[in-house]
């Protein structure tokens, strides 16, 4: 089969040393060996958000992608309390979806997707009701919006209430600062800008919250957040059979995105989403949102005039490459570029050459398909008028 570019945000391309990995010799889950791979994940976890007070932060690794580490979230931090969700987005709308199914008292705060939220109507929301916990989507994934985790994160401080993110595509491309930015807690998955595989989530949190969580009835068996903590503290495990290869993977996907250091990641990644733009820019192609909103990891792309979606995603896939087309308000209208994972400079100049190369072939055969249709209507116009219409006109 052919290697797949995968220009998604996430899936990815995993780097080679990451298949070698996943494939370690066999290790049982309730030895020492699986606490000694679970401990140094969660080191690493607190290394990626760069947390300075390490003692303060703990990170439990969920078997399950990201909606698990979600709902695991939504299920676990409210207790019978009062939870305001904002949406922008696909993937809001899903927290807000998430949270109604486990906590009967979940506000929302709903502007269009793709648009920026309004913060002094946040402000005045959280003045008016009594809130325990804000949840929000850092980088909303439908769009590629990144939201502002400073101020919102400090108008919830203000409020007294609880601050949770769903950093699911943002985190290991752009810095969520869970101490700055007065984040509780943090999810997110293996298989996005971390550049692993699918399979595994992981929610990062202050040890304070995550003690809390103890009073609290549990609302699932499998994703209490509670009974993960719990096993970290008591045995360095997870309550449930991890699926250990992929926890090796994460490891290394881990251990080299230290190893390049974080800083230098996300200035990498960023720099490789500058390319794509300036390159896609050229192809006269506009954006969906500004670029000073965007989070560096992906590139929401309106569809040029007299072409479809899906022709372009088919044309590309015949030369290997996959993108994302736009989903709910936005289908039809815009595809999206993603930029993580084991992708070479070569890569996105191949990219853009094939993009290039996709538009001018589906504008061509558009212009022909309109030539083809012109004589046809001139043919018409020429036919002679019938004798009633004509005694219309001269009447
Ligand atoms: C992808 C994504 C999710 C869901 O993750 P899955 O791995 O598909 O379960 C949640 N939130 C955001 C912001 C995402 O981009």
Not at 200 to 211: A, D, R, T, Y
Not at 212 to 218: G, R, Y
Request: with cysteine.
């Amino acid at each position: 089969m052919d290697k797949f570019l995968l220009f998604t945000p996430g899936p990815v391309n995993v780097a080679e040393n990451l298949r070698y990995a996943i494939c370690r010799e066999d290790i049982c889950h309730r030895e020492p060996d699986f606490d000694d791979l679970l401990a140094s994940i969660e080191q690493k976890i607190l290394s990626l958000f760069q947390i300075r007070n390490r003692r303060a932060y703990r990170a439990v690794v969920i078997t399950g992608s990201g909606t698990a580490a979600n709902e695991a979230l939504l299920s676990s931090v409210v207790g019978d309390g009062e939870i305001l969700v904002l949406s922008n987005g696909e993937f809001g709308e899903r927290l807000n979806k998430i949270s109604r199914i486990h906590n009967s008292k979940t506000h929302l705060i709903e502007v269009p997707w793709g648009t920026p939220f309004d913060l002094p109507q946040i402000e005045a929301y959280l003045t008016a009701h009594k809130i325990d916990v804000v949840a929000m989507v850092h980088h909303e994934t439908c769009s590629g919006m990144l939201n502002p985790l400073g101020p919102i994160g400090a108008m919830v401080k203000a409020s007294g209430a609880t601050f949770v993110v769903d950093g699911v595509s943002s985190v290991g491309a752009e810095l969520v600062d869970m101490e700055g930015c007065n984040i509780a807690f943090c999810s997110s998955s293996s298989s996005k800008a971390i550049g692993s595989f699918p399979g595994l989530s992981f929610v990062i949190g202050s040890k304070n919250h995550f003690e809390k969580l103890k009073t609290h009835p549990a609302k699932t068996t499998y994703l209490n957040l509670a009974t993960f903590y719990e096993f970290l503290e008591k045995h360095s495990q997870t309550p449930n059979t991890p699926a250990v290869p992929l926890f090796f993977a994460l490891e290394q996907a881990l251990t080299d995105l230290l190893r390049e250091g974080v800083n230098k990641r996300f200035a990498r990644i960023m720099a490789r989403a500058e390319l794509l733009r300036i390159g896609m820019r050229r192809l006269n192609l506009e954006f969906l949102i500004d670029e000073a909103d965007m989070c560096s990891m992906l590139t929401t792309v309106r569809v040029p005039p007299s072409v479809s979606v899906r022709d372009i995603r088919e044309r590309l896939r015949q030369k290997s490459i996959i993108i994302y087309e736009g989903k709910g308000c936005f289908a039809g209208r815009v595809f999206q570029v993603g930029n993580i994972g084991e992708l070479s400079d070569h890569d996105i100049r191949y990219f853009l050459a094939s993009l290039k190369d996709v538009l001018l072939t589906l504008q061509a055969e558009a212009a022909d398909l309109v030539a083809a249709v012109r004589p046809k209507r001139a043919t018409v116009v020429r036919l002679p008028i019938p004798l009633h219409a004509l005694a219309k006109v001269v009447s």
